[in-house]
């Protein structure tokens, strides 16, 4: 899943939603502030946060073989191997933006680590995101509404102030579709034979949908 989540971003695909989210993050956080990417991955989003900028930054994750990778790309990041349902390694109001692309949230603890008048800004993938392919890649069905559920599901702490569409076309070959669907949570369950079929008859090249949001939500005192 780490490989195939490194190619895919290396090779551009999510360009756009990389260059919007970085744009989110810079805005709302002062010129020296602090960034903790929950759930950092290959570092790829936070690096395109920090990089030319005098940010400090905190990249947590689970994987040691993802945060490996994403050492390797932001050594200027303090990036530790943790659980981000455990009680998070960071002083309270210490933070300025936390971030979390497609990664668990912890809205306790996001909440204690924040500044006060700190940001959490949240991309999730939204209904039409990959639909194109989403059976050939054998990727699991999308939740209706994410929308809604991620305001309930921080609403104990945070309220929402902002939220971005980013949606644009990526054609791509049936290997890329391929290592779409290795790259999800799809990634952890072996193929089955459908999908293998599925994918042998996708066309040459397939114009797939992306298709993202980016919420910003403000603590509530
Ligand atoms: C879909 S990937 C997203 C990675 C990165 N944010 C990106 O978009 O490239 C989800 C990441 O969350 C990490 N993760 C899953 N559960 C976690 C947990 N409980 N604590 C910390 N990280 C976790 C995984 O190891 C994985 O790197």
């Known amino acids: 899943m780490v490989a195939a989540r490194q190619d895919f971003l ?10 919007a ?19 950092t991955g ?22 040691k073989f ?32 936390v971030m979390v692309v497609f990664a668990p949230r912890n809205p306790a603890e996001f909440a204690r680590i924040l500044v ?16 194109e392919v989403a059976a050939a890649a054998g990727l699991l069905n999308h939740q209706e509404n994410k929308h809604q559920a991620l305001i309930d599901s921080l609403a104990t702490h945070f309220t929402i102030t902002e939220s971005t569409m980013v949606e644009f076309a990526m ?17 952890h369950h072996e193929r089955s034979a459908e999908t293998t079929k599925a994918l042998a008859e996708l066309a040459p090249e397939t114009a797939v949908t992306a298709s993202f949001e980016i919420c910003v939500f403000m603590q509530i005192h």
């Open 171 to 187: 054609p791509l070959t049936p290997g890329q579709v391929s290592q779409l669907a290795l790259m999800g949570p799809a990634g």
């Open 21 to 39: 989210m970085s744009q989110t993050v810079r805005l709302l956080t002062p010129p020296t502030g602090t960034v903790l990417d929950a759930g």
């Open 116 to 131: 006060p008048g700190g940001h959490l800004v949240v991309v999730v993938p939204t209904a039409a995101h990959l639909a």
């Open 10 to 19: 290396d090779a551009g695909h999510y360009a756009p939603l990389m260059d």
């Open 66 to 97: 993802a945060l490996r990778k994403a050492a390797r790309l932001n050594p200027n990041t303090l990036n530790l191997v943790w659980d981000v349902w455990r009680p998070l390694p960071v002083a309270a109001n210490s933070v300025d933006t």
């Open 42 to 63: 290959t570092g790829a989003y936070l690096h395109r946060v920090v990089e030319k900028t005098s940010y400090e930054s905190i990249g947590l994750d689970i994987s």
